[in-house]
């Protein structure tokens, strides 16, 4: 029998193979797409990691903790507590909570027993002293928190998806396989990211001290910038129903609204940006290994 895979509009009912296949390949396409659930922590934590294994433990930890936290909520949509999940306040304070998450693990890079200063998009302790190294853990704190936020794939998981599971026993069985979906690529993107770094051409300890600045500044200010958009939503839960609908029949591609704004703001303005300047001090201020 053949049935023809629909990542755009899946349908309910469908035999139990198809139906975890979906599931995976949605994972991946979420992986894939501009989300801001994963690509600013994955950038960040990949970037901090300065090298091929540690970017794709750091997207291993991330994804794999959002795995756990998708088969926890599959779960709990199979139990007919989806229509909770898709309460609008819940993503808004996921945001909040996941911001105060990455404005912390920013700060805790930066301070390296010092007192620090913020000037634009830089924290200033010396310029680029060594910083503090990223622990794996918080990668992992950050994917759980992030996993509960809601857009059109958890959508599509928790309403379609999960009821379809014929037992409560498997009801967890599509977000593991969408968690895993993302895991495949963020591990890899996470990976390239950290080779990225290697590459740059300068000593062991200058593309340190580049890595753990740029990760530091995007998490602090991206975590701020999920923070508002949270505390906006809370206050104006209309406001966050701006979006630009293009032609493309993608999730997160198709309406392009606040989720967009986030990832294009910490990851291209505040990360590439942060990078860009942290290169331009090494090529003129080089430190020792």
Request: aromatic share 14%.
């Amino acid at each position: 029998m053949h049935i023809p895979i629909n990542l755009w509009n899946p349908t309910s009912g469908l035999p139990i193979p198809w139906v975890l296949l979906t599931a995976w390949l949605l994972g991946m396409l979420h992986g894939i797409t501009p989300d801001e659930h994963t690509w600013p922590i994955t950038f960040s934590y990949a970037i901090g990691s300065y090298s091929r294994r540690g970017g794709l433990m750091a997207g291993l930890s991330f994804s794999l903790a959002f795995t756990v936290q998708r088969g926890i909520a599959s779960e709990l949509a199979y139990l007919a507590l989806a229509r909770w999940m898709e309460n609008p306040h819940i993503d808004a304070v996921v945001y909040v909570i996941v911001g105060i998450a990455m404005a912390a693990a920013g700060f805790y890079i930066r301070t390296r027993g010092a007192v620090i200063h913020l000037h634009g998009l830089e924290t200033h302790r010396h310029d680029y002293d060594e910083l503090r190294e990223i622990p794996p853990q918080l990668a992992m704190v950050h994917g759980f928190l992030a996993g509960w936020g809601f857009g059109s794939f958890a959508l599509i998981l928790y309403t379609v998806l999960a009821p379809s599971m014929h037992s409560a026993w498997w009801g967890w069985a599509p977000g593991v396989m969408f968690g895993l979906g993302t895991t495949l690529v963020q591990a890899l993107a996470g990976m390239l990211f950290g080779h990225w770094m290697t590459r740059l051409g300068f000593s062991a300890g200058t593309i340190r001290r580049i890595a753990q600045s740029t990760a530091g500044t995007t998490l602090w200010w991206g975590g701020w910038a999920f923070v508002t958009a949270g505390t906006v939503s809370l206050i104006r839960p209309a406001w966050t129903s701006w979006a630009i609908v293009t032609p493309l029949k993608i999730h997160n591609l198709h309406t392009l609204g606040i989720g967009f704004v986030l990832v294009t703001f910490t990851v291209l303005i505040v990360g590439f940006g942060s990078l860009w300047r942290a290169v331009k001090w090494a090529k003129h201020r080089p430190v020792r290994s």
